[in-house]
């Protein structure tokens, strides 16, 4: 059974940076895709940035383009997001997730039943 857990939340000004870090036990072989998702208070859940495992090919939200980049150590299930530039808008609880390879990396409704951490606090100020 593979756990999630994520570390690296915090208050940061605008313009800022952090490093949000997903260590995953449990279940290596069933990991294909990982991604983070962010929820902000009152709004739905949306897809942040998610990678292949495979083939390391990256997704991203058009609103962190440019800003935000998702990387693997391969070696564990570690997930990384460098998030620059950070914005007020930004601000938001942050979960990682993983899933299979059924359904691919990119679509955030697969991770629907995929597996999920109890998420890390950004706050931008």
């Known amino acids: 059974h593979v756990q999630l857990v994520e570390s690296g939340g915090g208050s940061v000004q605008a313009g800022g940076s952090l490093r949000l870090t997903c260590e995953g036990s449990?279940?290596?072989?069933?990991?294909?895709?990982m991604a983070w998702f962010r929820q902000a208070s009152g709004k739905e859940r949306e897809g942040v940035a998610s990678?292949?495992?495979?083939?390391?090919?990256?997704y991203y939200a058009d609103s962190v383009k440019g800003r935000f980049t998702i990387s693997l150590d391969n070696a564990k299930i570690m997930a990384y997001l460098q998030m620059n530039s950070l914005k007020p808008e930004d601000t938001a609880m942050y979960y990682c997730?993983?899933?299979?390879?059924?359904?691919?990396?990119?679509?955030?409704?697969?991770?629907?039943?995929?597996?999920w951490g109890q998420g890390t606090q950004v706050t931008v100020s």
């Open positions: 997730a993983a899933k299979g390879a059924t359904g691919g990396c990119s679509a955030a409704y697969a991770y629907d039943s995929g597996y």
């Open positions: 449990g279940g290596f072989y069933s990991i294909w895709c």
């Open positions: 990678i292949d495992t495979g083939s390391g090919s990256t």
